[in-house]
């Protein structure tokens, strides 16, 4: 209930000493999380953090993200502990700024966590290990967030705008699987009912056209100033 929410964030006493304000735009694959996130660039009292996708494809001259797509039970683990780390550069990224917006987080890397866990992907071991850091991560690390926008949508329409951005890492990426993800981001930030939400939810039809999102996106923007200025 966004009504709610910023209800709560009004009578926050972090509104009156002006600490940083930090929103994690969240969703599947392919839901528009860039396009969303890039629109917040204009704002100039705002960092903007896209996803750190490029250094996945790059490290140190190997494409991690292509080699954990063509042999996740070899490289899933290690991809997954990549993405935290670099999620957590992201989060403890330094700002005078009064507001950091991120694509994604260490919150939602759990996910991926999660979703190889069910499909049997890796050893129990290396779902012990990813997520004992993932437990230090949000227990120890400055990672405090203020507010999680869900970009929901169906696997449907994440899976046809996939296929037409045409990525080349993600070629072998099934419906079945955006369904996993989509799952287990919903079990997460929807129902519920998987681990803790660290912040109050927005949740946003995202199944909606470019030009339909950016009235959601105004929406959203509007929202965030008019009830922290
Ligand atoms: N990925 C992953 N594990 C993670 C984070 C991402 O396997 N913990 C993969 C899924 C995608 C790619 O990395 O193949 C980028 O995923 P995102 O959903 O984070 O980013 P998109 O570019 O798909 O987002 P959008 O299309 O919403 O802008």
Not at 35 to 42: G, S
Not at 101 to 121: D, G, L, P, Q, W
Request: proline share 3%; hydrophobic share 35%.
């Amino acid at each position: 209930n966004v009504g709610k929410l910023f209800a709560r964030m009004s009578a926050s006493p972090n509104k009156n000493c002006k600490r940083l304000f930090t929103v994690c735009i969240e969703g599947n694959i392919g839901s528009g999380k860039t396009t969303f996130l890039n629109n917040f660039k204009a704002n100039d009292n705002m960092l903007v953090l896209q996803e750190p996708v490029e250094l996945w494809r790059d490290v140190g001259g190997t494409n991690l993200l292509e080699k954990m797509y063509k042999d996740p039970v070899r490289y899933g683990c290690l991809f997954q502990s990549y993405v935290q780390l670099t999620m957590l550069q992201l989060h403890t990224q330094k700002t005078n700024l009064p507001f950091k917006v991120m694509e994604r987080s260490v919150y939602s890397a759990r996910c991926f966590i999660e979703n190889m866990k069910r499909t049997k992907m890796l050893e129990k071991v290396e779902i012990d290990i990813l997520e004992q850091w993932h437990e230090w991560c949000i227990q120890r690390a400055d990672i405090q967030t203020d507010l999680i926008v869900y970009l929901r949508t169906s696997p449907e329409v994440v899976y046809e705008r996939m296929r037409t951005r045409a990525r080349k890492e993600e070629d072998c990426v099934s419906l079945e699987y955006l369904r996993q993800v989509h799952d287990v981001h919903d079990d997460w930030l929807y129902n519920r009912s998987l681990f803790s939400v660290p912040a109050p939810v927005m949740v946003l039809d995202a199944n909606k056209s470019v030009s339909e999102m950016m009235a959601e996106f105004e929406k959203c923007r509007r929202s965030i100033f008019e009830n922290r200025d």
